[in-house]
Nanobody, 125 residues
């Protein structure tokens, strides 16, 4: 069992930056691939970005290419989402997720076994 707690969300102006963190419980953090998804009211949860167990590889949605990066610190059981050049359409609740299978490249939410409670990101125009 893994518990995930996101933090770092908030209100930012368009063009600004935010860094989200996701802290994981347990001693098996390094065995999970980690991903970030986002969701707005009335829409399905959308893949944003993910990182491999070791942190050496990542995948991302086209909509965030060149603006968002993901990193992890396995010693601190934490994964980070750095968001730059934010746009109003990035407004959403952002969720951290962990994949036991280590899958990080598909962007499929069904590959993820554990989810955080979400953190709100609001980008004003």
């Amino acid at each position: 069992q893994v518990q995930l707690v996101e933090s770092g969300g908030g209100l930012v102006q368009a063009g600004g930056s935010l860094r989200l963190s996701c802290a994981a419980s347990g001693r098996t953090f390094r065995t999970y691939a980690m991903g970030w998804f986002r969701q707005t009211p009335g829409k399905e949860r959308e893949f944003v970005i993910a990182i491999s167990r070791s942190g050496s590889s990542s995948s991302y949605a086209d909509s965030v290419k060149g603006r968002f990066t993901i990193s992890r610190d396995n010693a601190k059981n934490t994964v980070y989402l750095q968001m730059n050049s934010l746009k109003p359409e990035d407004t959403a609740v952002y969720y951290c997720a962990a994949s036991q299978s280590g899958t990080y490249s598909t962007g499929n939410s069904n590959e993820y076994d554990y989810w955080g409670q979400g953190t709100q990101v609001t980008v004003s125009s």
